[in-house]
């Protein structure tokens, strides 16, 4: 393009013989560029836009098929682990399991090793199942978690109150999802609850003696009858949470907690 405007540019210095253009302006002859330039520009613009709309589409595509490989190997290690777990609840007895039984400490190592690999709503579907199972009763506790990380574990609006002595006993539940879910009379003594939301969670009657809740939101929550004695509420938000100042009272701390009537505790 540059060179076609120099060639026009010195055949009007030199005044060259062009059929239609002799005697014309220097602009007369610029003209000449007019149709080559926007078709240039056009070209070029359509393929840029051509291209970068297929980089794009490509783009979608990888980041699309990534994400369905990983949910499906997520999925196929929550069905494995299902699988599994079927095998020793109805072949191996491990509902009439002891202690220190083989069957007991596979499905403890089974639960531990699959979590990690599992996305929060599947966390919570393990969870689920480890309810219905009986594997987590307070009295007699099959699955125990300790210290296994339940990290943004999916359990918004789950109805947990139909099994009261459940127990996540010593368990470590972090950024986890639990709006709405209910927790009714559920024994989760020890355990540690770090950020999360627990907004209008129905805790009543819940044993939360030496638990510990780091910064999670526990606003609406309705602690009615909850143990609270020696648990630590630090930097929760406790903003209409129904909680009574004398359950307060038996906790271990409340530092820079939202009470529930807004206020903060110093």
């Known amino acids: 393009m540059i060179t076609l405007l120099v060639v026009i540019a010195l055949a009007y210095i030199f005044g060259v013989n062009v059929p239609g253009?002799?005697?014309?302006?220097?602009?007369?002859?610029?003209?000449?560029?007019?149709?080559?330039?926007?078709?240039a520009v056009g070209g070029y613009l359509f393929n840029y836009t051509t291209s970068r709309n297929e980089r794009n589409a490509a783009d979608k595509r990888n980041q699309t098929e990534r994400?369905?490989?990983?949910?499906?190997?997520?999925?196929?290690?929550?069905?494995?682990?299902?699988?599994?777990?079927?095998?020793?609840?109805?072949?191996?007895?491990?509902r009439q399991s002891q202690p220190d039984d083989e069957v007991r400490r596979t499905a403890t190592l089974q639960t531990l090793t699959t979590l990690p690999r599992l996305d929060g709503k599947r966390k919570g579907s393990v969870l689920l199942f480890l309810y219905e199972a009986g594997l987590i009763k307070k009295?007699?506790?099959?699955?125990?978690?300790?210290a296994v990380s339940l990290h943004a574990a999916d359990l918004r609006g789950c109805d947990l109150s139909e099994m009261p002595r459940a127990s996540l006993h010593g368990s470590f539940i972090s950024y986890a999802a639990l709006d709405g879910a209910d927790?009714?009379?559920?024994?989760l003594q020890g355990i540690v609850f770090e950020g999360g939301n627990l907004h209008k969670a129905g805790l009543i009657g819940a044993d939360l003696r030496d638990s510990e809740f780091l910064g999670?939101?526990?606003?609406?929550?309705?602690?009615?009858?909850?143990?609270?004695?020696?648990?630590?509420?630090i930097a929760v938000n406790l903003t209409g949470a129904i909680v009574t100042d004398e359950q307060l009272d038996k906790a271990k701390s409340l530092q820079d907690a939202i009470m529930p009537d807004g206020s903060k505790h110093l």
């Open 183 to 187: 927790f009714t009379g559920v024994h």
């Open 139 to 146: 009295s007699n506790p099959i699955i125990m978690f300790g």
């Open 21 to 39: 253009l002799r005697g014309k302006t220097l602009w007369d002859w610029l003209q000449l560029l007019i149709i080559p330039v926007v078709l």
């Open 67 to 94: 994400e369905l490989g990983l949910d499906n190997q997520r999925e196929a290690a929550l069905q494995t682990y299902l699988d599994k777990m079927s095998e020793l609840l109805l072949h191996e007895k491990l």
């Open 216 to 233: 999670t939101n526990l606003s609406g929550a309705d602690l009615t009858g909850a143990d609270l004695t020696n648990a630590s509420l």
